[in-house]
């Protein structure tokens, strides 16, 4: 399912990508993507033993003229270790006006092979997404906006969970 959203921040452009980067440097988009996907799953998922982010892979922000690009995977697993679900997705940073940027995520989750194909499964799992990815763009945003932003490190283990059933 593809699944895109934005969040305006009153940085500029540069400073947003500037800050971006480090956050890329210093590891914390683990840190940042481990937060955003417990308070996506807990704002959602309301059933105990949702699925664990276990992957947080990025490339290296890509800036071309004004809008700068990094490219991300998230990999979530089950107990049993089966992938669920996979998230790429580009986070792209854009001018908006002359002293503020756009964050806006666009991208693909997949849910794991034999999920079934059930509106209210796919509709729950959009739920899940949406909320995941707001997260994410919210934790990015609140970093982006600090006057001097502290760049979380690499979390520890993260809290185990079972998975959700459609």
């Known amino acids: 399912m593809f699944i895109a959203d934005e969040i305006p921040v009153p940085v500029s452009a540069g400073t947003a990508a500037a800050r971006l980067a480090a956050m890329a440097r210093a590891g914390s988009l683990d840190g940042i993507s481990q937060a955003a996907w417990s ?18 892979r990025h490339r290296e922000p890509v800036r ?15 107990p049993d270790g089966a992938v669920f679900p996979v998230l790429d997705a580009d986070i792209t940073l854009a001018p908006h006006g002359d002293q503020a940027t756009l964050i806006s995520l666009d991208g693909v989750y997949r849910p794991p092979a034999g999920t079934p194909g059930t509106a209210p499964c796919e509709a729950f799992l959009h739920r899940i ?38």
């Not at 071309?64 to 089950?78: F, I, N, Q, Y």
């Open 39 to 56: 308070d996506g799953i807990t704002r959602t998922a309301q059933v105990p033993g949702v699925s664990e982010l276990v992957h947080v």
């Open 64 to 78: 071309r003229g004004a809008v700068t690009v990094l490219t991300l995977r998230w990999e979530a697993a089950r």
């Open 129 to 166: 997404a949406a909320a995941t990815v707001r997260a994410l763009l919210t934790q990015i945003a609140d970093v982006i906006t600090a006057a001097t932003p502290a760049i979380p490190r690499r979390p520890r283990r993260p809290v185990t969970r079972q998975p959700a059933r459609c």
